[in-house]
């Protein structure tokens, strides 16, 4: 996969979960992305699904991997470490264990403020995000490199389809958008689950998540069989 079509594949899902979890520039988180993992080279991006360099804590509820990385704690020295890393499940999950970080982390609760993407990346490296004192120049010259900022504004919208598919997972979640950023639709207080075989009809499609005709909520494309 070459960088663009990294960014390409990632950027539809993150401007989706930046939409749901109220962040207005994902050009600055896609280039955190692509530096992170190195445009999705990194054995921690490819091989365990992180994409943003997340180190694990206790409490998080995942998995974790220890690796070796390096620490600018002092400016333009660097120090070797090791460290446990979170794991994510596939893409869409190591995407969503971006914004869920941030989301149970106050001292990030500004980047909602942000004002523009240079403001976003100046915020989070004040906030602890990396070390690397050279960390806001490098995203900068991603976002100008790469022509990120083109993936600020309103997320894409679905396309519309029309086809019948079969469920392939035991108990299909049902949520309210297209992600797992969104809540599980409840029906008499209990998650809205379809069941292994149904067919449903689709109406719409975004990213991998399909959008089923008659109950307006959104499944993972993922567990389908057309």
Sequence with gaps: MTRQEFIETIAPIIQQYAAAYGYAFPSAIIAQACIESGFGT???AWKYHNYFGIKWHRGCGRMAVNLKTNEEYVPGILTGITAGFMVGDDLEDGVAMYFQFLARNSRYSNLKSATSARNYCELIKADGYATSSTYVSTLLNCITQYNLTKYDGPPPAPKSVNYAAIIQASALRVRTGPG??????QVADHDFLLPYGMVIAIGA??????????IDGWVSGDYLKR
């Design 205 to 214: 499609e975004l990213g991998s998540w399909c959008k089923v005709s008659g």
């Design 180 to 185: 797992t950023a969104y809540p599980i639709m």
């Design 42 to 44: 990194s054995s921690l």
